[in-house]
């Protein structure tokens, strides 16, 4: 079996953020789609080992920044191979806050999404969240980032991702 068949699923790439206790986390995702019309619904599937995934689960609240495809790798490195945990990601970025009160990232976004989380289901290593839609706007009309560009730049696979292949 070829698993990078899976790399061919139309995946974007994204960076999910979140606040609990006055404090802000984020994180890089690719499995973020719309699941309904009616109301706006998204989905977005974050490992349970993330700080992120704790911070969406805590507060009911995410956001989504859609990346460009210019996007430099440096950039998806700090946010997706560091946790949290250890460091504070979003000294030097650019952001604001939205409607809800989380962070939404603003450097090499497209377009952002904010959400409120209407529910979650546990898929064994990740949780998948539902989120009504609040908010949504274009930053910059420029190309996404999908994720098979981002393994065509030679760009690593964090373990907790959602598709990590072993």
Same mark, same amino acid.
């Given at each position: $079996? ?7 699923? /139309? ?16 994180? @890089? ?6 699941? /309904?019309?009616?109301? @706006? ?8 080992? !993330?700080?992120? !995934? ?7 609240? *995410? ?12 950039? @998806? =490195?700090? *946010? ?7 460091? +504070?990601?979003?000294d030097e970025l650019n952001y604001k806050i939205g409607k809800t009160g989380v962070p939404i990232v603003l450097d090499n976004a ?8 209407? /529910?979650?289901?546990?898929? !064994? ?11 949504? +706007?274009?930053? +910059?009309? =420029?190309?996404? $980032? ?5 393994? /065509? ?14």
């Amino acid at each position: $079996m070829n698993l990078k068949a899976l790399y061919k699923i /139309s995946y974007g790439l994204y960076v999910v953020s979140s606040a609990k206790d006055g404090k802000f986390n984020c994180q @890089i995702a690719n499995s973020i789609c719309q699941v /309904s019309s009616s109301p @706006i619904l998204v989905a977005a599937c974050l490992n349970k080992q !993330n700080l992120t !995934n704790e911070f969406v689960k805590s507060s009911g609240l *995410l956001s989504v920044s859609i990346l460009a495809k210019d996007t430099p790798l440096d950039f @998806i =490195r700090k *946010l997706g191979f560091k946790s949290g945990k250890d460091t +504070e990601k979003f000294d030097e970025l650019n952001y604001k806050i939205g409607k809800t009160g989380v962070p939404i990232v603003l450097d090499n976004a497209v377009a952002y999404i904010e959400a409120k989380v209407v /529910s979650s289901f546990d898929v !064994n290593t990740h949780t998948i969240f539902v989120g009504e839609v609040v908010d949504a +706007e274009i930053v +910059e009309d =420029r190309e996404v $980032m999908t994720y098979e560009y981002y393994q /065509s730049l030679k760009g690593k696979t964090p373990k907790t991702a959602t598709t990590h292949l072993e």
